[in-house]
C-alpha cells in the first residue's frame, strides 16, 4: 500500500525546481485533503541539505553558487536511499528527488510515532480535537529522540529531513514536528503560533489553548507541556503580547518555505535553493497565503531585493506590505517589518527614511517590557544605535552639504523616536539595557547636530494621566507617517495594551494638548508648574526658540517679550541664534487672535499676532514658514533629557548620566525608576542650563558649538 495519491506519485522524480512548484502547487489546491506537511518538509529539506550541507562536506569552496559534484541526497548517516543529480540533464546541480526516497523517509517519521497511534487505539476517548496530553507525547517522543547538544542559530536543522536523517532540530523544527506528528495522527485542530523569535502550539476546539513544545535558549526544558498563559513572559517581545501569527495548514506551508535557509557560509548562499525558495514563496504570495504573515513578506522581499523578479512587486513594495500587515493583523506588535524596511533603506543609502523606518521599530518595542530571553532583538537594536546609526553620521558629516540629513529636523526627532522607545522598552524590566555603551554613540551623534536644526524640533512629554487620554486615529504624515509636522500633543499608549495602531505608536492625540511645562519652554531654572494655557500664549512660547527674548520682559516684566534685533546682530548679553530671523510681536489685539484649530503663529503686516486666513495670492509668509516637526516622549528618561537636547551647548555628560541612570544611578539601594527618574533628570537640566547661563559671556548667540570629532 503507498503512501501517497496516485496525484502525487506521479509528479516525481523531481528533476528542477518547475516539478517542486508542481508539487506544492498540488498540495495546496487539493480540495479533500490538506496539505500535507511531512511529505512537504521532507522534500525541501532534502533539497535544501543537498545543496548546501553537502557542499560544506565534501569541502568544495563556498561561492554564491552551489557547483560541488556528487549531490547524492538522503546520504546523511547512510540512512536512506541514494540519489542522483540533474547536472548531466539540465547543466545545473539540483538533486533527482525519486519517490522511493521520499516514501522511505515518510515511513520512517510515521513509526516514530506508532507508539502514540497503540495507545489512541486503546484510548476509550474518540476525540478529533487533541488535547494536552496527547501533544506532550508526541513532543516527548521527537524531544527524546533528538541528540543531546544544542543547536541554537544552526542552519539546516528545521525540516523533518534533518530530524529523519539526523536527529536534529533547532527551535523551529522541533514545533513543527510536533505539528506535523499530530496532523499524521489526525488532528486538524493542532497548529503553530509563531513570535519573532519563538514558536509554541495552539489547539482545541477554539484553538485558544495553547501548550509549550520547543526550548527558548538554554535551560527551559521544563516549559514544555505548559501554557502559554498571560504574565509577565506574555508581556515581552519573545510572546509579542499575545500577537503570535497563529497558522493555518497553508501557512504552515508558508513556515516551511520561510524556514528555508540557502546559506553556505555567512557570506555565501546557494542560488538554486534561493531561487526555489522565491518562486515557492510567490506562489504563496499569488494564493494568498502569506497576507498574515508579516515575516514570509519579510523574507520574500530580501530574496526580491537580491535577484529582482521580472513583472512581479519589487522589494519595497513587500517590505511595504509587511508592515501593513502587522499594523492590520497584529496591532502593529512586530518589530521586523521596520527593521526590514529601515535595512533596506540603509543599503540604498535613503538615510531619511531609514531614520523613520527605525523610530518605528522603536515604537513598537516600547510596548514590551525587556527580558533576558530577547537577547536577539536587544542585538538587532544595539546594532542599529552602535552601527549603523554612526556610520551613518560618518558619511553625512563628510562634505556636509545643505541636503545632509544633519540638516533635517526630522531626522534628529526620529533619532531622538528611536532612542526614547528602547528607554520605554527598559521601564518595567527585570534587567536594564542602556550602559554607557549604549550613551557614547548617542550623545556623539546628538553632537552632530547643531543647535539650530535641534532648536527647530517641537519636544513635546506624553501625559501618563489616564483621565487625560482620548485615544483617536492619527493622521498620516509623510512616507510614514512618523513625526507629526503640526502642533498637537499625543498620549502614550500603554503597554500591552488592546488599542489598534496606525501607521507609528505616536500617530495618538490627546484631549488636553494644551498642557504645558511653562518654566521649562520659558527655559527657566526653578520649578515649573503644569497649567493649561490659551492657544495664543502656548503659540506664543512656542516661538522662543526662534526670536530674541527682551531682557527687561525677562528681568522685569516689562516691554514686549521679544526684541526688534535681528538674530544676525545680538544684542549684549542676549543668547541669539545666528541661523533664524528674528520679527518683533506685539500684544494681539482683540480682532486679531490666533485660532483655536491652529497653534501656529503667523506674523503680519503690523508685527501683530494675526489669526490663519486663507489667502489665494500665491507667495504668502505662510508657505514661507517651514513646519517644524513634533516628537512626543514616553520614556521618564527622555522627558528628562528635553531640555538638555535642546540646549545651545551640549552636556553630554549630563546626556550620559541620564541615559544610564537606571542602570547605575542608585537610592538606598532601589533603582529609579518612573516619577524618580523623571525629577532627577529634571534637576540634571536645571542644572545644566544654570551653568550655561552663569558661564555665558554674552556672545554665545554667535558661537555654534565645535562639531564633534569624527571617530
Not at 549684549?572 to 487672535?593: I, K, M, R, V, Y
Request: charged fraction near 20%; proline fraction near 4%; aromatic fraction near 8%.
Amino acid at each position: 500500500m503507498t503512501e501517497f495519491c496516485d496525484d502525487v506519485i506521479k509528479l516525481f522524480p523531481l528533476r528542477a525546481i518547475p516539478d517542486v512548484i508542481k508539487l506544492f502547487r498540488q498540495q495546496l489546491n487539493n480540495r479533500e485533503e490538506e496539505p500535507d506537511l511531512t511529505l512537504l518538509s521532507i522534500v525541501t529539506g532534502l533539497i535544501e541539505h543537498s545543496l548546501t550541507t553537502k557542499v560544506l562536506e565534501s569541502g568544495a569552496p563556498a561561492s554564491g553558487s552551489s557547483s560541488a559534484n556528487n549531490n547524492n541526497n538522503g546520504e546523511t548517516g547512510g540512512k536512506s536511499g541514494q540519489a542522483g543529480t540533474a547536472s548531466d540533464s539540465t547543466g545545473g546541480n539540483f538533486p533527482i528527488i525519486r519517490y522511493d526516497t521520499i516514501e522511505g523517509l515518510y515511513k520512517r517519521f510515521k513509526s516514530v510515532l506508532a507508539p502514540i497511534e497503540k495507545l489512541l487505539v486503546k484510548s476509550t476517548t474518540d476525540s478529533k480535537f487533541a488535547n494536552r496530553e496527547i501533544i506532550k507525547k508526541v513532543s516527548d517522543i521527537i524531544w527524546n529522540s533528538l541528540l543531546r547538544s544544542s543547536y541554537k542559530d544552526r542552519a539546516h536543522l528545521q525540516s523533518l529531513y534533518s530530524y529523519l536523517c539526523g536527529n536534529k532540530l533547532d527551535c523551529f523544527g522541533v514545533a513543527f514536528a510536533v505539528v506535523a506528528g499530530c496532523q499524521m495522527l489526525g488532528y486538524r485542530d493542532v497548529h503553530l503560533a509563531i513570535s519573532e523569535d519563538h514558536v509554541w502550539v495552539v489547539f482545541g476546539k477554539t484553538g485558544d489553548e495553547t501548550i509549550e513544545v520547543t526550548w527558548h535558549g538554554k535551560g527551559a526544558e521544563d516549559k514544555r507541556g505548559q501554557s502559554v498563559a498571560p504574565g509577565v513572559e506574555s508581556q515581552t517581545w519573545l510572546y509579542v503580547a499575545g500577537n503570535p501569527v497563529v497558522c493555518n495548514r497553508y501557512m504552515e506551508v508558508a513556515a516551511i518555505v520561510s524556514a528555508i535557509n540557502p546559506s553556505l557560509t555567512a557570506t555565501s548562499a546557494c542560488l538554486e535553493v534561493a531561487d526555489m525558495q522565491q518562486q515557492l514563496l510567490w506562489l504563496l504570495y499569488d494564493m494568498g497565503h502569506l497576507t498574515r504573515y508579516p515575516m514570509a513578506l519579510g523574507c520574500l522581499g530580501e530574496l526580491e531585493e537580491v535577484e529582482p523578479t521580472v513583472g512581479r512587486k519589487n522589494c519595497e513594495q513587500l517590505y511595504n506590505e509587511s508592515v501593513r500587515s502587522s499594523q492590520t493583523y497584529y496591532r502593529n506588535h512586530h518589530v521586523y517589518p521596520y527593521t526590514y524596511q529601515g535595512g533596506y533603506y540603509y543599503r540604498k543609502n535613503m538615510y531619511r527614511e531609514a531614520f523613520a523606518s527605525w523610530a518605528d521599530s522603536s515604537d513598537v518595542i516600547r510596548l514590551y517590557n525587556y527580558s533576558r530571553d530577547d537577547e536577539e532583538i536587544y542585538k538587532e537594536f544595539l546594532d542599529i544605535a552602535n552601527e549603523l546609526i554612526p556610520q551613518v553620521m560618518k558619511l553625512e558629516s563628510s562634505g556636509h552639504s545643505a541636503r545632509s540629513i544633519l540638516r533635517d529636523a526630522s531626522c534628529f526627532a526620529n533619532l531622538l523616536r528611536f532612542y526614547d522607545g528602547i528607554c520605554k522598552w527598559e521601564e518595567g524590566s527585570q534587567t536594564p539595557i542602556l550602559h554607557i555603551g549604549w550613551a557614547k554613540p548617542l550623545v556623539a551623534t546628538i553632537a552632530k547636530f547643531d543647535h539650530d536644526i535641534r532648536s527647530q524640533v517641537i519636544i513635546k512629554c506624553a501625559d501618563q494621566e489616564p483621565q487625560a487620554q482620548h485615544h483617536v486615529f492619527g493622521h498620516e504624515n509623510g512616507k510614514n507617517g512618523t513625526v507629526a509636522l503640526k502642533d498637537e500633543a499625543l498620549a502614550p499608549p500603554e503597554k500591552g495594551s488592546h488599542q489598534q495602531q496606525h501607521h507609528n505608536n505616536n500617530n495618538i492625540t490627546k484631549v488636553d494638548a494644551n498642557i504645558t511645562n511653562v518654566g521649562r519652554l520659558l527655559g527657566g531654572k526653578g520649578a515649573a508648574v503644569a497649567t493649561a494655557l490659551p492657544k495664543s500664549l502656548e503659540a506664543l512660547v512656542g516661538k522662543c526658540g526662534e526670536k530674541l527674548l527682551n531682557p527687561e520682559f525677562l528681568l522685569q516684566g516689562g516691554g514686549q517679550p521679544f526684541t526688534t534685533e535681528e538674530i544676525g546682530t545680538p544684542v549684549a548679553g542676549d543668547d541669539g541664534d545666528s541661523g533664524l530671523l528674528s520679527l518683533s510681536l506685539t500684544q494681539p489685539s482683540a480682532e486679531h487672535t490666533v485660532p483655536s484649530n491652529n497653534g501656529v503663529l503667523k506674523v503680519g503686516e503690523a508685527s501683530a499676532v494675526a489669526p490663519k486666513e486663507e489667502d489665494t495670492t500665491k507667495g504668502t509668509k505662510d508657505e514661507l514658514e517651514p513646519k517644524r516637526p513634533v516628537i512626543v516622549l514616553y520614556s521618564q528618561k527622555m522627558k528628562g533629557l528635553k531640555d538638555l537636547l535642546l540646549a545651545e551647548k551640549l552636556n553630554t555628560n549630563a546626556i550620559s548620566l541620564q541615559i544610564t541612570a537606571q542602570s547605575q544611578v542608585q537610592v538606598g539601594g532601589k533603582k529609579l525608576r518612573g516619577a524618580q527618574l523623571l525629577a532627577l533628570g529634571s534637576s540634571l537640566a536645571a542644572s545644566a542650563l544654570a551653568h550655561h547661563h552663569v558661564t555665558g559671556d554674552g556672545n554665545e548667540g554667535n558661537t555654534r558649538p565645535k562639531r564633534a570629532r569624527r571617530e
